[in-house]
C-alpha cells in the first residue's frame, strides 16, 4: 500500500491506521463503500480506454450483468452528445459508465437522462459540499460553467425493438486548471478545484455510484422526489432562449421545458439543445 501511494501510520501496540491514499480510484477502495448495492456490484477500474461508454457497450454484449461500472483515469476517444468530442485528461477527471437493464417503457426511459443529473449533483454535493445546477437537459454547472456532461445511450434489440440496455456515461471536471481547458474552453468549464472544493476522485467516484444506485432502486416510482430536485436546480428556466426564440417557463411533469413562443403560444420541448441568455457565454 505504501508503495502504492497510501499513507499508513503504525504505533506499538496500536497497529495500523490508513492516514490517507493517492488520487487513484480502485475497485477494492470503492467495493466496500457499495457493498450490497446493484450499481457497482462489479467494478472495473482502467489505466485508459477509448470511452468507458463504448467499453460498457462491449461488455454489454458479452453478457455483463447490470450494475457494472467501467471507470478509467483517461479516455482517448471520450464524447458527449451528438458526437462531440470530451475532454478526458489523465488523473485529472472522473470519467464513468455504468450499465443497466430497466424494465420499463420506452416513454419512462426517455426521462432517465434528467433522473442522473439528479444524481450527479446529489453525489457531488455529498462528497464535497458544492451546489451544482442543471441546464435543460443534463448538463451539470457550478457557478455557472460547465462541471459534467452526462450521456445516456440506449440500446435496442435487433429483431423486437425493444429495450435491450442502458449505458449511463458522465465526466466530472475535478482537479483541472483554466491553463488545462486552454483558451476554447476556459470562459465556460470549470472544475471542483477552481471553484474551491478539492476532493479525492475515489471518494467521489463512491457518492456518486451510491446515488446512480439510489436513483435506479427509485426509478420510475420515485419520480416526485427526482422532478422537485430537478426543477429547483435547473437554470434554463426563467430565461430567455435560443430556440424558437422563445422564453423557458418551466419544466413538466415528464422533465420537457415548456417554453412560450413570441407569439404567445406554448410548447413542450423534450429533446435537443438550448442555447440561454447569459448563461456559459451562450446566446448574449
Not at 40 to 46: F, I, K
Not at 151 to 157: A, D, G, N, P, V
Request: charge should be negative; proline fraction near 3%.
Amino acid at each position: 500500500l505504501r508503495r502504492d501511494g497510501y499513507q499508513i501510520t503504525s504505533a506499538p501496540n496500536r497497529g495500523y491506521r490508513l492516514a490517507g491514499g493517492p488520487d487513484r480510484i480502485r475497485a477494492g477502495e470503492l467495493a466496500g463503500a457499495l457493498a450490497g448495492r446493484t450499481v457497482g456490484r462489479e467494478l472495473v477500474c482502467l489505466e485508459t480506454v477509448d470511452s468507458t461508454n463504448t467499453e460498457v457497450k462491449r461488455r454489454a454484449a458479452a453478457g455483463a450483468a447490470e450494475g457494472l461500472a467501467v471507470l478509467a483515469e483517461e479516455q482517448t476517444a471520450g464524447r458527449g452528445r451528438r458526437g462531440r468530442s470530451f475532454q478526458s485528461l489523465s488523473g485529472k477527471g472522473l470519467y464513468l459508465s455504468i450499465l443497466l437493464r430497466p424494465a420499463v417503457s420506452l416513454a419512462e426511459l426517455s426521462q432517465l437522462t434528467a433522473w442522473t443529473a439528479v444524481a450527479v449533483c446529489r453525489g457531488i454535493q455529498s462528497c464535497c459540499g458544492a451546489e451544482p445546477q442543471i441546464k435543460w437537459t443534463n448538463d451539470i454547472l457550478l457557478n455557472g460553467k460547465k462541471l459534467c456532461g452526462v450521456l445516456t445511450e440506449l440500446e435496442l434489440e435487433a429483431e423486437s425493438a425493444a429495450p435491450s440496455h442502458v449505458v449511463v456515461g458522465l465526466g466530472v471536471n475535478v482537479s483541472q486548471t483554466a491553463a488545462d481547458f486552454g483558451p476554447e474552453l476556459a470562459d465556460i468549464a470549470t472544475s471542483l478545484e477552481l471553484e474551491g472544493f478539492s476532493v479525492r476522485r475515489a471518494e467521489l467516484a463512491g457518492q456518486i455510484l451510491a446515488a446512480l444506485d439510489d436513483l435506479y432502486a427509485a426509478f420510475p416510482a420515485g419520480k416526485a422526489d427526482y422532478l422537485s430536485d430537478y426543477r429547483a436546480r435547473c437554470v434554463t428556466t426563467g430565461r430567455e432562449v435560443l430556440l424558437l426564440p422563445a422564453f423557458a417557463e418551466a419544466v413538466d411533469d415528464d422533465f420537457g421545458l415548456v417554453v412560450r413562443c413570441p407569439d404567445g403560444r406554448r410548447e413542450t420541448v423534450t429533446s435537443g439543445e438550448v442555447s440561454v441568455r447569459g448563461l456559459m457565454g451562450q446566446y448574449v
